[in-house]
């Protein structure tokens, strides 16, 4: 079993930050790449940043500059530094991991999404 988890989401006003926290548990081998997704009202979901294993970093464009991703290997962790938020960065966000477990291949696992909301 592989379990994703975020946290950190919540109300901010705009141009203020929030961090938001990923970890990956359970039994298997590795993590692969892991990433940010997030899905605003009526909209599709959408990828905001990615991180190879080996730390090379991809974002989108609205959020190149205000976001960045980094993790932790030996914790099994991602995070996700926003800054400057504005509301369009209003959504549902999700973590997904690409993670290889012990005698299969990769699979994608995705966290249950947490909210964040930029408002004054």
């Known amino acids: 079993q592989v379990r994703v988890v975020e946290s950190g989401g919540g109300l901010v006003q705009p141009g203020g930050s929030l961090e938001l926290s990923c970890e990956v548990s359970g039994s298997f081998f590795r993590i692969n790449a892991m990433g940010w997704y997030r899905q605003g009202p009526g909209k599709q979901r959408d990828m905001v940043a990615t991180i190879t294993d080996d730390g090379d970093t991809n974002y989108a464009d609205s959020v190149k500059g205000r976001f960045t991703i980094s993790r932790d290997n030996a914790k099994n962790t991602v995070h996700l530094q926003m800054n400057s938020l504005k509301s369009e960065d209003t959504a549902v966000y999700y973590c997904?991991?690409?993670?290889?477990?012990?005698?299969?291949?990769?699979?994608?696992?995705w966290g249950q999404g947490t909210q964040v909301t930029v408002s004054s």
């Open positions: 997904k991991a690409n993670v290889r477990r012990y005698g299969l291949g990769p699979d994608d696992y």
